[in-house]
């Protein structure tokens, strides 16, 4: 570990109080109180945040809710909704019409500004255009797309027309991309003829080309050509802007069941394949605009940036749903913090008035290795509130966070998952904070840290994270894998198991310690290990491979791989290059490990399994832990 990372363990005691002018404006003022209430009475509770949004149909009942294995949880049993709905002509039917939905930067600065009732037609559009080529109710449309206006339309059309969408984050590789079409079954993939990074075009037309080849389910692919001379199709293409100029501008919303499917996200877990995480309109609405509601203060006047891509949860809930539900205005930009400088985010804040930042750990680590003369430089006093999410952070870098944007601002640290669909352990305004921590959980959340047999354990010792009751934008899920659902809540005593190591203070406040399973946290990205390991072994020369994330002072974690070569082939360094550029292929360049040690021996158990925490401890210097089922 290098002395950096050893600093940034450092605890820091200092308690932030919340002002007095950030209680007066918040939503929620006294969070004991709405607690209380939310825990004593959840039906009530989530029933009247409910209340808030527009219905066909009323529910019958707020929750109806069996194990999983029996049935699950339901949400707004029996109700009626389309989460665009409120997303779109709830705000269109008011003062909000004209009002900024989306301001759009591209990477070269280039600006886009859309009302509500621009993307409300073209949403429409969106969806005859969709409908026209056969796409229906039910079916799965596969996004992979940069962050353009045209990525949030298409995932809105989608949900108009009843369709499940499934965006793939525009980083992975065609086999990536392959497998989640393949296991999603997609009629049609939207794609753009390429995506802008640090100036470079990437060719995800190309990529796209090269995943549908296998791929008998999908019937169309629609292509945004951005770039000129425009690219040439294949007899499978739609041009976008072609079929969208044709298209008409009215769609009605499907009538959709609140717990019909509203979209499908891989995400990694600890075996190879990644699994498709089901979310529905009906609970997934009011949990998301209930939490960009409360948790970042959001009011009309707000201008909220939340720095993810679309491609993860955290840019489905909190650039989309989440922010239109509350008729808010996002901006959405594309391209990396610090190109073509590290002033580039700063930039776009003073530029816009930015009030809400919404980032990861691993880019404000990076902005602070630029140092302060970059936030200096811009007038960054719009900002009121700042957030974080995707890894612990340290508390330096919180510290920083803080410091760069006037001393004066909240941070919100939240905790929470592609699964959990919306923020489960955050602070709220009016809280007061404790760097390095993601505070209490929110109204209506009973998370507890227990040990393997489910005792809650005492403040201040580690353990595994649970939650206790079901919560609204909980997954649905997990397509075609029941069973791996239902193991979310048959591990421990019936609790869903988050599978984060946590521990709680003498004041009830959380304070995250990383994942108690085989997934990595590379800059905020989740990978399992077992994906990694099984495209290392793609590789003609390997014979086994074992993936373990080490400690980073930037990106969190990185990976280290072991691998053991087949006989007849040396270690050496064009074999080294060889493997990385496999795992590029296979999975993308985020999941490239940073190290690779060749070794002729693995640490396992009697019955074959890889044991990573004895190769971790081993690479950390410390002690390894129970090792009594290794093998002699
Ligand atoms: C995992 C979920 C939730 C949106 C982005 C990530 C880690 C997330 C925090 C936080 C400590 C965090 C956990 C969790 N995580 N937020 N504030 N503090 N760790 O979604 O890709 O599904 O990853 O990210 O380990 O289990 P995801």
Not at 112 to 136: H, K, P, Q
Not at 449 to 470: C, H, M, S, Y
Request: contains cysteine.
């Amino acid at each position: 570990m290098s002395d950096e990372h050893v600093e940034s363990m450092l605890k820091v005691d200092e308690v932030f109080q919340p002002s007095k002018d950030v209680i007066e404006r918040a939503w929620i003022k006294d969070y004991e109180k709405v607690y209380k209430h939310s825990i004593e009475n959840p039906e009530t509770f989530w029933g009247e945040i409910a209340g808030e949004l527009e219905w066909f149909e009323k529910w019958k009942k707020v929750l109806k809710w069996e194990q999983p294995w029996m049935g699950g949880a339901s949400w707004f049993v029996g109700a009626k909704c389309n989460i665009t709905y409120n997303c779109l002509d709830r705000h269109v039917k008011t003062w909000r019409r004209n009002k900024a939905a989306i301001i759009w930067v591209g990477e070269d600065g280039s600006e886009r500004i859309i009302t509500y009732d621009e993307l409300l037609r073209n949403v429409n559009r969106c969806a005859n255009m969709l409908f026209e080529i056969g796409v229906r109710k039910g079916d799965r449309v596969t996004i992979y797309l940069p962050r353009i206006p045209e990525q949030i339309i298409a995932m809105l059309a989608c949900a108009r027309l009843g369709a499940v969408h499934s965006v793939v984050y525009s980083g992975f590789s065609a086999t990536a991309l392959q497998n989640r079409i393949h296991d999603a079954e997609s009629k049609v993939v939207i794609t753009a003829d390429c995506g802008y990074q640090r100036g470079k075009c990437v060719p995800l037309k190309n990529i796209v080309d090269e995943a549908v080849k296998d791929c008998p389910s999908v019937e169309k692919v629609i292509v945004i050509r951005r770039q000129e001379p425009k690219i040439k199709l294949e007899p499978k293409d739609i041009d976008w802007h072609e079929a969208m100029e044709k298209a008409s501008q009215k769609f009605e919303p499907a009538v959709m069941d609140s717990e019909d499917p509203l979209f499908m996200l891989y995400t990694s877990g600890t075996t190879g394949k990644p699994k498709g995480v089901i979310h529905v309109h009906g609970g997934y609405m009011v949990g998301t605009y209930i939490t960009t509601k409360w948790v970042f203060d959001l009011k009309d006047e707000d201008i909220m940036f939340c720095t993810a891509d679309p491609g993860w949860i955290t840019g489905h809930s909190y650039i989309v749903y989440g922010p239109l539900l509350n008729g808010a205005t996002i901006i959405f930009a594309e391209g990396a913090p610090d190109f073509p400088d590290p002033g580039r985010w700063w930039g776009i804040i003073e530029r816009y008035g930015v009030n809400i930042l919404y980032t990861t750990p691993t880019a404000i680590r990076l902005l602070m290795k630029y140092g302060d003369e970059w936030p200096e430089r811009y007038d960054l006093s719009n900002l009121r509130m700042l957030g974080t999410v995707g890894e612990p952070i340290n508390p330096e870098a919180w510290l920083w966070y803080r410091k760069v944007t006037g001393s004066r601002l909240p941070i919100m640290d939240t905790w929470w998952q592609t699964e959990t669909g919306m923020i489960l352990i955050t602070p709220l305004p009016c809280t007061k904070l404790k760097p390095g921590s993601a505070a209490r959980p929110f109204p209506g959340i009973e998370p507890m840290i227990v040990d393997r047999n489910g005792n809650p354990l005492p403040a201040n010792e580690g353990g595994f994270l649970v939650i206790k009751k079901p919560w609204p934008a909980m997954m649905k899920t997990i397509y075609k894998d029941p069973e791996r659902y239902a193991k979310y809540w048959q591990t421990i005593n019936g609790f869903y198991i988050a599978g984060d190591v946590a521990r709680q203070d003498e004041d009830g406040y959380f304070f995250f310690m990383g994942r108690a399973d085989d997934v990595i946290k590379v800059s905020g990205y989740r990978l399992g290990t077992a994906e990694i390991e099984s495209a290392i072994v793609s590789h003609y020369a390997v014979a086994e491979s074992a993936c373990i994330g080490k400690p980073d002072a930037l990106k969190g974690e990185v990976i280290k791989a072991f691998v053991i070569l087949k006989q007849g082939y040396k270690p050496s360094d064009f074999l080294l290059d060889e493997i990385k550029k496999q795992v590029r292929k296979e999975l993308g360049p985020i999941a490239i490990p940073a190290e690779i040690e060749f070794t002729e021996w693995l640490p396992k158990t009697r019955s074959g399994k890889i044991m990573r925490r004895v190769l971790k401890a081993k690479e950390l210097g410390v002690e390894p832990g129970d090792v009594s089922t290794l093998e002699e």
